[in-house]
């Protein structure tokens, strides 16, 4: 089994900075693509971010410029750092990650969220 437990969230004021974190433990043999997804109240869960094997990064259109995506391999965590942040930043972060286990199987797997809440 594996756990992805996401931790940073929190309230900050606009053009305000977080980072957040998202930490795989269990039986993982090696971390394949690991992302950022977010959903704010009444709206559909949304990607924000992606990090391949291969270190190649996607970002949604609206938070190129703002956001990064890493990843420590030897760790299997997988960083957000979110700069600039408006209001409309405001939802709760979901780390996402395919994961080829110990029995060498590729599985998804989601954390349990974060809150982040951007207001003055």
């Known amino acids: 089994q594996v756990q992805l437990v996401e931790s940073g969230g929190g309230l900050v004021q606009p053009g305000g900075s977080l980072r957040l974190s998202c930490a795989a433990s269990g039986s993982i043999f090696r971390p394949l693509t690991m992302a950022w997804y977010r959903q704010a109240p009444g709206k559909e869960r949304e990607l924000v971010a992606t990090?391949?094997?291969?270190?190649?990064?996607n970002y949604a259109d609206s938070v190129k410029g703002r956001f990064a995506i890493s990843r420590d391999n030897a760790r299997n965590t997988v960083y957000l750092q979110m700069n600039s942040l408006k209001p409309e930043d405001t939802a709760v972060y979901y780390c996402n990650a395919r994961i080829v286990g110990s029995d060498l199987k590729s599985k998804l797997y989601w954390g349990q969220g974060t809150q982040v809440t951007v207001s003055s």
């Open positions: 990090s391949s094997s291969g270190d190649t990064t």
